[in-house]
Nanobody
Framework: QVQLQESGPGLVKPSQVLSLTCSVSGDSIATSYHAWSWIRQPPGKGLEWMGAIASDGNTYYSPSLKGRTSISRHTSKNYFSLQLSSVTPEDTDVYYC??????????WGQGTQVTVSS
């Protein structure tokens, strides 16, 4: 059973960088055939796929975020991370990490609320 767990600050100030980490157990981010994604859900809206990192280290990002997203990984500790720069209150969302076939998640973390506010 693959398990994912998000962690990071719940409050970020506008213009700063939002940083989250997803710890993975039950699968290897370096060898899995799955990709490892970040997805968010604004209040009252649908899910938005933000980007992913594949087992070969290649990264893929949603163009809607206009280059503000960066996904990296630490293979020996089996976690991957999200950085979202220049945040505004519109980036206040529940953030999920997931594994699956790129934009089609199979396993999900429980999600973490991030609020952007001064």
């Amino acid at each position: 059973q693959v398990q994912l767990q998000e962690s990071g600050p719940g409050l970020v100030k506008p213009s700063q960088v939002l940083s989250l980490t997803c710890s993975v157990s039950g699968d290897s981010i370096a060898t899995s055939y799955h990709a490892w994604s970040w997805i968010r859900q604004p209040p009252g809206k649908g899910l938005e796929w933000m980007g992913a990192i594949a087992s070969d280290g290649n990264t893929y990002y949603s163009p809607s975020l206009k280059g503000r997203t960066s996904i990296s990984r630490h293979t020996s500790k089996n976690y991957f991370s999200l950085q979202l720069s220049s945040v505004t209150p519109e980036d206040t969302d529940v953030y999920y990490c997931s594994s699956g076939i790129m934009t089609t998640p199979v396993y999900w973390g429980q999600g973490t609320q991030v609020t952007v506010s001064s």
